[in-house]
């Protein structure tokens, strides 16, 4: 009896914590993808348009009232790349300067990436150079050389949430699939992207489901096995190994290895 007790309660605990994985990475998927359509409309509007058919309160609007595509991300926007020969015109033309994540007049720099449409959500983000931060600027580097959507390691976002933001490059011409890296490079317009605000919209997604007060739910980043990062949840104390089940996710950046691991809550 204990035996059937034990096994029941463990799966129990695997098919609680697949039904989890599974919800989570497919709201993963649908906000992944909808950037991807936004990385056209850029494309699209702002640079196959001459004059550009996009500005930033059309942005703004169509963000907000196509933000239920997107239920994981906080915001999204689209920073600029503009080279320093570019800078004085870039800043004449906007009538403002470029600044620095930390709001500080940007220093010289080769290149730099500043927001010029952003969702309202995360306006804060306006005018800032995204290669100023590690994180944001290591995925700048990467989508544009791959041409493909990246993931940061899960950080402190602006907002102060721990989170990871999301990148698609935006290019000049249509490349071909097999396009150099430094014709990508060369081809770059600027980024679009966003951030996935882990700890409360996924917070969010679990409290709605059964089971969650008996559950203790962790996302980790282990693209590096060996020095696990927290993406969601709270680190687990040591010296309590209770039955746990892991479920590995895809969140669409081979680069990156995530996974879910999953306990009962203790009894207390
Ligand atoms: N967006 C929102 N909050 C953030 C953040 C970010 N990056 N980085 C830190 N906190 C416009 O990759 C281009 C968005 C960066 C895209």
């Given at each position: 009896?204990r035996?059937?007790?034990?096994?029941?309660?463990?799966?129990?605990?695997?098919?609680?914590?697949?039904?989890?994985?599974?919800?989570?990475q497919?709201?993963?998927?649908?906000?992944?993808?909808?950037?991807?359509?936004?990385?056209?409309?850029?494309?699209?509007?702002?640079?196959?348009?001459?004059?550009?058919?996009?500005?930033?309160?059309?942005?703004?609007d169509?963000?907000?009232?196509?933000?239920?595509?997107?239920?994981?991300?906080?915001?999204?926007?689209?920073?600029?790349?503009?080279?320093?020969?570019?800078?004085?015109?870039?800043?004449?033309?906007?009538?403002?300067?470029?600044?620095?994540?930390?709001?500080?007049?940007?220093?010289?720099?080769?290149?730099?990436?500043?927001?010029?449409?952003s969702?309202?959500?995360?306006?804060?983000?306006?005018?800032?150079?995204?290669?100023?931060?590690?994180?944001?600027r290591?995925?700048?580097?990467?989508?544009?050389?791959?041409?493909?959507?990246?993931?940061?390691?899960?950080?402190?976002?602006?907002?102060?949430?721990?989170?990871?933001?999301?990148?698609?490059?935006?290019?000049?011409?249509?490349?071909?699939?097999?396009?150099?890296?430094?014709?990508?490079?060369?081809?770059?317009?600027?980024?679009?992207?966003?951030?996935?605000d882990?700890e409360?919209?996924?917070?969010?997604l679990?409290?709605?489901?059964?089971?969650?007060?008996?559950?203790?739910?962790?996302?980790?980043?282990?693209?590096?096995?060996?020095?696990?990062?927290?993406?969601?949840?709270?680190?687990?104390?040591?010296?309590?190994?209770?039955?746990?089940?892991?479920?590995?996710?895809?969140?669409?950046?081979?680069?990156?290895?995530?996974?879910?691991?999953?306990?009962?809550?203790?009894?207390?």
């Amino acid at each position: 009896f204990r035996h059937a007790a034990l096994r029941k309660a463990e799966e129990a605990l695997v098919s609680m914590c697949e039904e989890r994985a599974r919800m989570l990475q497919d709201q993963f998927a649908v906000s992944v993808n909808h950037v991807h359509a936004l990385a056209i409309l850029v494309a699209t509007f702002h640079y196959e348009k001459h004059p550009p058919a996009l500005d930033q309160n059309t942005f703004a609007d169509y963000t907000a009232r196509t933000s239920f595509e997107r239920p994981l991300l906080s915001g999204v926007a689209y920073a600029q790349r503009v080279v320093h020969a570019d800078r004085e015109g870039f800043e004449r033309h906007q009538g403002w300067i470029i600044k620095t994540m930390k709001h500080e007049p940007s220093p010289a720099q080769d290149e730099y990436a500043p927001v010029v449409y952003s969702q309202e959500t995360v306006s804060y983000i306006e005018g800032l150079d995204m290669m100023s931060g590690e994180e944001d600027r290591e995925n700048i580097l990467r989508s544009r050389a791959s041409g493909k959507a990246v993931l940061t390691r899960p950080f402190r976002l602006m907002s102060n949430h721990l989170g990871v933001v999301l990148t698609f490059p935006v290019y000049h011409a249509d490349l071909p699939s097999d396009a150099k890296e430094e014709d990508r490079v060369a081809a770059t317009a600027g980024y679009l992207g966003g951030a996935f605000d882990v700890e409360s919209l996924v917070e969010n997604l679990l409290r709605q489901l059964a089971g969650n007060q008996e559950l203790v739910v962790n996302v980790y980043d282990v693209t590096n096995i060996s020095n696990p990062l927290v993406m969601y949840g709270s680190e687990v104390p040591l010296g309590n190994p209770s039955p746990s089940h892991i479920c590995m996710l895809d969140f669409g950046d081979p680069f990156r290895k995530h996974h879910m691991v999953c306990r009962n809550k203790p009894h207390v």
